[in-house]
Structure formats: structure tokens, C-alpha cells
């Protein structure tokens, strides 16, 4: 899996930075993509990646303040005029199902694709036996949602050499035994995949967090998590007035990251105040509790491992 960073400002866009987006690459697991928030200019941010958005399968959105949703509208319909019919999965608090078709009506719009609008309440959202999302409540202003991703663990691989010192034969039944299943073979024998199989690889999972103020929500949403997305909207220094907004500071994040246990922690939602000469002060208050932070810029990319 891959992340890619569309747009890493808090509330209005900046000559560096464009409001919230993200893009989660499923890459391996299945040719899709899914999208987190989707600020105003998203549409313009995408034209200068490689993000092709037929490909976009689903759309997470954390809560319905303007930088975060206002770029929805555009992004749908121009998913329409590019053709595409797949159906795409929109997930968001309460009031998303009434913006998009409010703004779909009232602008004459029409979408050539199946739209599925689901409104979140704390719990599973859905397990595919692929993926499972989890949606938890944070504490904002508004209705907001982290959104914890996990992959399911896959079987190991077969051994070859035991395979060969049982003398099994390459065959049909290759395919079931990686999965795990008992197969009889050509000479009535009956095995179990499962004991050819190696140790089960370890899925990847990663927490994607709205704007919150520090709450004990965030400690189940991020614990052991491969990588942790979090806003640093202010400077520690700031944090009585980061905590009255909603938000959360650099120290803040970075405590949580140390304290869940994260292997990665990626910062985002910076606040205009602060120039890009300003962004290696902030990373550096971040790792100063926690080491394995990086503060994503507008286009970061960062493999999930």
C-alpha cells in the first residue's frame, strides 16, 4: 500500500499547500484506490500526480467542514464526465447524503455511475475478508471520524522442500493448498494445505484521523498501527488554543504516536501561519517525542511497510 498526500493545509489553502486530501494506493491487494477528505482544489492537485480517479473505488470523509469536503462535489461529477460506471462508496457523518445530493440537484448534475452514500456511526464499517475499515469518533467542533484501515493476514507460502520431501506433485490443487485447503491427490491421498504453509504475513493496518483535541478515542484507533495520520495544526506552544478549537498540537500527535505504540507516524493539516521555513521547527518538536515522525508535504508519497 501507498499513501499519497494531496493537499496537507489547515482550513485555506496556501501558495504551498492545498486543503486536506489523501489518497490510500491498495496497490497489490487490488487495483483501487481510496480517498480521504477532499478539500476545494483536490481536482487540480490530482492533475498534477499520477492519481487516475476511474480508479477511485471509495471515498472516506472525516467530518463536513469546508476544507475537508468542499472539493466532493467537482471531483464526482468530473469522475462522470470522464465515463466511468463503477460504482464508487462515499462514507461520512451524518449530512453527507444531503450535501452531495443537495449540490448534485441544485447544479443540474448527474452522475453515469452507481453512488452508494453510507453515514457513519462509531463501529465496522465493512470487512471484505480483504480489508476492514473501523470507524471511531473523535472530538472536533463537528461530527468527526478517524478511520482505522486493516489488511487481513495472508497465509504463508508453501514449502517447497517439504512439498518435494513428501513427494507432492505439482498440480491443480497448488492453488488450494496455498489457501489452506485439503486436497486429495492423483493418488488417493488426502493433505492439508496448512501444513505446508509458513508463518501467516502480517497485514498492514493504518489509523486516519480527522481534526480532534487530544481524546481517549485516539489511543484505540491508532494502537499498534503501521503508520498513524495525524494533524499537527499548531506548535505546543499553542495548544490551549489548538485544544479550543478542536485541533492538535505537534506534541500532542507525537505523544499519542509514542503512546499507541505506532511504527510510523505522518504529520499533516498544518495552519497557515506557518511558512515552509517554519515546517523543520515543528517535525523537530515532534520528534523530539517521538523519533519516527515525517511531516508530509503537498505530493509526499510514503510506502506503508
Known amino acids: 500500500m501507498e499513501l499519497r498526500f494531496l493537499g496537507t493545509s489547515a482550513g ?3 501558495k504551498e499547500r492545498n486543503v486536506t486530501s489523501l489518497i490510500l494506493d491498495l496497490q497489490a491487494i487490488r ?5 480521504f477528505d477532499c478539500g476545494e482544489g483536490t481536482q487540480h492537485q490530482i492533475l ?3 492519481i487516475k480517479i476511474r480508479k477511485l473505488e471509495k471515498i472516506f470523509i472525516t467530518h463536513l467542514h469546508g476544507d475537508h469536503i ?3 462535489p467537482g471531483l464526482l461529477c468530473s469522475r462522470s464526465m470522464a465515463g466511468s460506471t463503477a460504482p464508487l462508496t462515499l462514507y461520512g457523518p451524518k449530512g453527507i447524503h444531503q450535501f452531495v445530493k443537495t449540490t448534485l440537484q441544485l447544479s443540474g448534475s448527474f452522475l453515469t455511475y452507481p453512488l452508494e452514500i ?3 456511526q462509531p463501529g465496522l464499517l465493512f470487512d471484505d475478508d480483504t480489508m476492514k475499515v473501523t470507524a471511531y469518533a473523535l472530538n472536533h467542533r463537528v461530527e468527526c471520524y478517524g478511520y482505522r484501515i486493516e489488511e487481513h493476514d495472508k497465509p504463508g507460502v508453501l514449502d517447497a522442500q517439504k512439498l518435494n520431501q ?3 506433485p505439482r498440480g491443480p490443487w497448488m492453488q488450494a493448498l496455498k489457501q489452506g485447503k485439503s486436497v486429495t491427490l492423483e493418488d488417493g491421498r488426502t493433505i492439508c494445505g496448512k501444513d505446508y504453509l509458513g508463518e501467516p504475513i502480517r497485514g498492514k493496518s493504518l489509523a486516519i484521523f480527522g481534526d480532534t483535541e487530544p ?8 494502537t499498534n498501527v503501521d503508520v498513524m495520520v495525524h494533524e499537527i495544526t499548531l506548535e505546543d506552544a499553542f495548544a490551549e488554543k489548538a485544544n479550543e478549537r478542536g485541533h492538535s498540537t505537534t506534541k500532542q500527535a507525537a505523544t499519542l504516536a509514542r503512546d499507541a505504540k505506532v511504527r510510523h507516524f505522518i504529520a499533516t493539516h498544518i495552519s497557515g501561519r506557518y511558512s515552509k521555513e517554519d515546517c523543520p521547527r515543528l517535525l523537530a518538536e515532534c520528534r523530539e517525542i517521538f ?3 515525517d511531516l508530509a508535504e503537498d505530493f509526499s508519497v510514503f510506502v506503508v511497510k
Open 48 to 50: 498534477n500526480s499520477p
Open 31 to 35: 487495483s483501487a484506490l481510496w480517498m
Open 70 to 72: 468542499f472539493g466532493l
Open 166 to 168: 513428501d513427494s507432492v
Open 12 to 14: 485555506i489553502p496556501t
Open 291 to 293: 523519533p519516527d515522525t
Open 215 to 222: 481524546t481517549p478515542e485516539a489511543l484505540k484507533l491508532a
Open 118 to 120: 453510507t453515514e457513519v
